[in-house]
C-alpha cells in the first residue's frame, strides 16, 4: 500500500513540473517561430537632407506582397514607351511603400512623389546638362542621361556622397571640361530653397579579394531620359571615368552620377532597390 502511495504521490510531482514546463516550450518556439515569420527593411532618402533613415518589421506575408508588388512595378515600366507614362507608376510606388510604413522618418508621400520624379533637381542645371550632353548623344553606348532610373541590384553596390565625389575626380584628374560639369554638378544639387539636396553615385561591381579580381554586380535597371528607354539585366558594372577609385574611400566601379530617390535594402535577401531620378549612367558588362 505504502508502494502504491509513493507512486501516485511521484505522479502527481511529475505531472505538475509538466504543466509548469509545458508553457515555457510553448512560449520559446512560438516566439522563435514569430521572430523568423519577419523580414527587416530599411528605406533611406538620397540626395537630399532632413529625412531619417527608417527600419521597419514586415511579416513574410507581407513582405510577399510587397515583393509581388515590386515585379508589377517592374513589368509596368518595362510597357512603357514615354516619361509621362512612367512618372504616374513611380508616384504610385510611392503610395504603396507608404502602406507598409516605408518612407523615410518626416517624408510625407507627397515629398516622396516629388523627390522620385526630379521635383527637388535644379532645373537650370539640368537645362545647361541636357544642352551640353544632347549634341553628342549618339556616340553613348550603354548610357543615360537626365533620366527617371529604377532599379534592384545584390549587396555588390554602393552608394557615395558628394564630398566623396569630389575627392574621387581629384583622385583621376580628369579633363578641365569633365571637373567643370561635375562640380556644376554637386554645387547645382543645392536648391533656392532648404533642405539641401545632395546628389550621390551609386557604384556597380568592385573588387573581391576571394577571386583576385573585380566582380559584378547583379540585377536590372531600368532609365528612362534623353536616350529613350534604356535597361539593362544580369551581371554589371559601372563605367564612370575608369580606373576604379582604389583606397580608403572603396574600390568599385561608379554607374550612376547625381541619384536623387528612395533606397530600400532587404536584410533577408541582401538586396537594394532604388528609384527616383539621375544626371548621368552608364553601365557595363565587363
Known amino acids: 500500500m505504502n508502494l502504491i502511495r509513493k507512486e501516485i504521490a511521484v505522479g502527481i510531482i511529475l505531472l505538475f513540473i509538466g504543466i509548469a514546463v509545458t508553457p515555457s516550450i510553448n512560449f520559446n518556439v512560438v516566439k522563435a517561430s514569430s521572430e523568423d515569420e519577419f523580414v527587416e527593411v530599411t528605406s533611406q532618402a538620397c540626395g537630399i537632407k532632413g529625412f531619417g533613415d527608417n527600419t521597419v518589421k514586415l511579416r513574410k506575408q507581407q513582405y510577399r506582397d510587397l515583393e509581388q508588388y515590386l515585379a508589377d512595378f517592374r513589368e509596368r515600366l518595362n510597357k512603357t514607351t514615354t516619361r509621362e507614362e512612367a512618372v504616374p507608376i513611380f508616384n504610385e510606388a510611392v503610395v504603396e511603400l507608404n502602406k507598409y510604413g516605408l518612407l523615410p522618418k518626416g517624408m510625407s508621400i507627397e515629398q516622396a512623389q516629388k523627390l522620385v520624379t526630379g521635383g527637388y533637381q535644379n532645373s537650370r542645371l539640368m537645362n545647361l546638362i541636357e544642352k551640353r550632353f544632347s549634341k553628342n548623344l549618339a556616340v553613348f553606348n550603354n548610357s543615360n542621361f537626365i533620366c527617371l532610373i529604377a532599379g534592384q541590384t545584390d549587396l555588390n553596390t554602393y552608394f557615395q556622397n558628394p564630398i566623396g565625389t569630389l575627392l574621387w575626380y581629384l583622385s583621376i584628374i580628369p579633363f578641365l571640361f569633365g571637373i567643370l560639369i561635375e562640380l556644376l554638378t554637386i554645387l547645382g544639387s543645392i536648391n533656392q530653397f532648404f533642405p539641401i539636396s545632395l546628389h550621390q553615385r551609386i557604384g556597380l561591381g568592385g573588387y573581391d579579394p576571394e577571386v583576385g579580381g573585380h566582380s559584378p554586380t547583379y540585377g536590372w535597371l531600368y532609365t528612362q531620359g534623353l536616350l529613350g528607354i ?54 557595363s558588362f565587363s
Open 230 to 283: 534604356k535597361k539593362w539585366n544580369g551581371n554589371l558594372f559601372g563605367a564612370l571615368h575608369q580606373p576604379v577609385l582604389i583606397g580608403v574611400f572603396g574600390d568599385y566601379y561608379p554607374a550612376v552620377c547625381g541619384f536623387m530617390g528612395l533606397r530600400i535594402f532587404n536584410f533577408d535577401s541582401l538586396t537594394y532597390l532604388f528609384y527616383g531620378t539621375a544626371i548621368k549612367v552608364k553601365i
